[in-house]
């Protein structure tokens, strides 16, 4: 059986949604409409405009980290989910949704707290996690989904 891995992202120059074939990201995927490379080694921005097609059309889990700027506990949280992008790329799909500029998308699940992490498998959520918490319980939360 062939592995389908692929992600729906919106390039973080032109906003442009690009289908990535996951198993070629180190072939490094480009943004179909402008050019620019799409890395997928870093959270990628999502929206309230983008997230339902984003977290649908991705076959490989998604991390969504419900985040805001003036946060101090998400700003704890942001290397370590910068980490786990960069070393589990291809694999999972690590999103940053910015509950300020996206007020519509964290009243649907729910969230009454930031950060708070939701993994999502075809668009359905399947773990959620409140807070911040040391790397080694992000990393236990992220080996069980
Ligand atoms: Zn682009």
């Known amino acids: 059986m062939v592995e389908m891995r692929q992600a729906t992202v919106a390039c973080p120059f032109c906003s442009t949604l690009n289908r990535v074939d996951l198993t070629k990201v180190d072939k490094g995927p480009k943004c179909g409409s402008c050019g620019r490379p799409i890395l997928l080694d870093r959270p990628i921005a999502v929206s309230d405009a983008n997230f339902d097609q984003v977290t649908t059309d991705t076959t490989v889990p998604v991390v969504v980290d419900f985040y805001a700027d003036w946060c101090g506990p998400c700003k704890i949280m942001a290397p370590l989910l910068d980490d786990v992008a960069r070393r589990r790329q291809g694999e999972l799909l690590v999103l940053k949704l910015d509950t300020d500029r996206n007020p519509q998308t964290g ?33 236990g939360f992220l080996n069980g989904i």
């Open 107 to 139: 009243p649907r699940f729910g969230i009454r707290g930031i950060p708070t992490l939701i993994v999502f498998r075809n668009g359905k959520e399947v773990a959620r996690k409140v807070g911040a918490v040391p790397q080694a319980d992000l990393e």
